[in-house]
């Protein structure tokens, strides 16, 4: 678990006095590892990258007032992007509640909309029962964070209390078996198709069904695409990858989905970031939506052909079983080659002897990274180079804020991913707006020994929202430059990390080899250029063939 004690979760730090070691205990022995986060906020990243790397439930910890209101933007960033966190806060003594109490918050009234549930156990006894619904909740159907908020006089008393082996809650239960008569359907559909797409979304990897996603794109000769939450669902070196589609999809990508007769689209809720202007998506395509979550199926997108609420896996383990025997796929021949053509990469951006190209630097880690390393990003241009240039082969090794766009994600997901998979590199590509806005993460990650490596593409800029006004507001930049504070190799070292600055691709290689040999946290900065784009781009209000691409 990653948090912050204080005065309203004190009880809960003092029990955990007698259950854990806070000498770093392997994760594979009895007890319990609390991880000392420097800001709550990162304490949810934390536990949020833990969950995407593991697929297990990840816990994060604040006390009340302060300390739960920083979890929220962590909790939000979860929510969106479907990830399992549960979040235990403290809370001022029940007989304070409402009357304005030091560090009191309406934690349960600002949680509501950004969690799947929570609770406000306000009896001893109810306790254990809302812990474990919370784990159930959390880790069941669509992915959620579910937030736990302790009163600090609870915490306290004692009582004889049962402790239930399950819990349940009328009308919420598991997925059901995927309907066969829309499986039959769906299955003559992409039969009779003869353009046919799938598009991957982040419920793909949720649902683990990377493998089921993969054959049956292969029986069906079927090209896929992914939305930027699925990238990772389908191995981006396959011959039928497409890469991702949307604002920073390729261009052939977003120009090609339109073409298609048949999109099934699975996991994937269909945000304006993958679709462009929803009145110009797909107008001539039979849409076929399968959701774990009833709400996403027609919220952002009515026109549908086709849908069925199910889990991710089971429906393509089902529709792969209705068509393997009616199809060979040698008739989509033309429609594969048209496909992968797409795939050609963009044209290397070489440094002008003062900068390297951020394109060159993703690509190049690309290349030098095994493909089980894991890699996070923060928010910005860098993103949008990963989506673009990084392949990702092997699954949850790529974890992005996706539908939040939270800055200071990446290198406290990248801590919390490191807990789950010490046996692999860890890597967040960062952007030096983003990194400076939870780089305090640096003392958890040396005084924890949790070694990852932060490479930042600093153009002393917020160089998306400069990108942006470059574009649309003639180059009018408005509170966007962040000049040369601070030195990042020296703010490494004063934390205990090692910092590099690197100006030529071989210094980068490198450095790089070097950070995945060292037991310590490497910061590597990385110079370009501050009027470096990302191209191509979906401009406000345009559809998927009307990108910017120079």
């Known amino acids: 678990m990653f948090g912050i004690p204080g005065g309203a979760n004190m009880p809960i730090y003092d029990a955990l006095y007698d259950q854990q070691s806070f000498q770093y205990t392997p994760l594979n022995e009895r007890g319990i590892r609390h991880i000392l986060a420097r800001h709550e906020q ?9 969950a995407r790397a593991s697929g297990k439930v990840g816990v994060c910890m604040g006390t009340s007032g302060p300390g739960a209101t920083n979890l929220m933007t962590g909790l939000a960033t979860a929510y969106m992007d479907s990830s399992p966190v549960v979040a235990i806060t403290g809370q001022v003594p029940s007989s304070v509640i409402g009357t304005d109490g030091f560090q009191e918050t309406d934690v349960v009234g600002m949680a509501t909309s950004i969690t799947k549930y929570t609770f406000q156990p306000l009896r001893v006894e109810d306790v254990p029962y809302s812990v474990k619904a919370a ?78 996603l993969r054959a049956l794109a292969e029986l069906l000769f079927a090209p896929v695409a992914t939305s930027f939450m699925g990238k990772g669902a389908f191995p981006e070196n396959h011959p039928l990858s497409l890469g991702c589609m949307g604002m920073h999809g390729s261009e052939r990508t977003n120009k090609l989905i339109p073409e298609c007769d048949v999109l099934l689209v699975v996991g994937s809720r269909l945000s304006d970031r993958t679709t462009g202007k929803i009145e110009k998506f797909c107008p001539n395509t039979k849409i076929i939506h399968i959701d774990a979550d ?65 394109v060159e630097t993703v690509k190049m880690l690309r290349r030098i990274l095994p493909p089980k390393a894991i890699v996070t990003t923060e928010v910005g241009q860098h993103q949008m180079w990963c989506e673009q240039h990084f392949q990702v082969i092997e699954p949850r090794t790529f974890f992005s804020s996706g539908g939040l766009g939270t800055m200071g994600f990446g290198f406290p997901a990248a801590i919390g991913a490191k807990i789950a998979r010490p046996d692999v590199p860890v890597f967040d590509i960062a952007g030096d707006g983003s990194f400076a806005m939870t780089e305090n993460s640096l003392a958890t990650s040396v005084e924890e020994d949790i070694p990852v490596t932060v490479v930042i593409l600093n153009n002393r800029m917020l160089g998306m929202v400069a990108q942006w006004q470059r574009h649309f507001y003639n180059s009018r930049y408005s509170a966007v430059r962040l000049g040369n504070s601070p030195d990042f190799v020296k703010l490494a070292e ?57």
């Open 494 to 550: 004063a934390y205990g990390a090692e910092g590099a600055r690197v100006e030529t691709i071989p210094e980068l290689e490198t450095a790089v080899g070097r950070a995945m040999r060292s037991h310590v946290t490497t910061v590597i900065e990385v110079p370009i250029s501050p009027e470096e784009n990302v191209l191509p781009m979906l401009p406000p209000g345009a559809g998927l063939k009307e990108m910017i691409v120079g």
């Open 135 to 212: 784990f159930y909740l959390a880790a069941t159907r669509r992915p959620q964070p579910v937030l736990v908020d302790l009163p600090k006089d609870v915490q306290q008393m004692e009582d004889d209390i049962e402790f239930p082996q399950s819990v349940d809650f009328p009308n919420y239960g598991p997925l059901p078996e995927p309907d066969p008569t829309i499986l039959k359907t769906i299955a003559r559909m992409i039969l009779e198709s003869q353009h046919p797409v799938i598009l991957g979304g982040g419920g793909v990897k949720a649902a683990n069904a990377y493998l089921e």
């Open 294 to 358: 009833k709400a996403e199926i027609g919220k952002n997108f009515k026109p549908l052909v086709l849908s069925l609420v199910a889990d991710a896996k089971k429906a393509l383990v089902a529709i792969t079983k209705e068509v393997e025997a009616g199809m060979l796929g040698r008739h989509r021949e033309a429609w594969v080659k048209k496909a992968q053509e797409v795939s050609v990469a963009t044209p290397a951006l070489d440094g002008n002897g003062t900068y390297l190209s951020g």
């Open 42 to 50: 990162s304490a949810a990243h934390m536990a949020d990258g833990y």
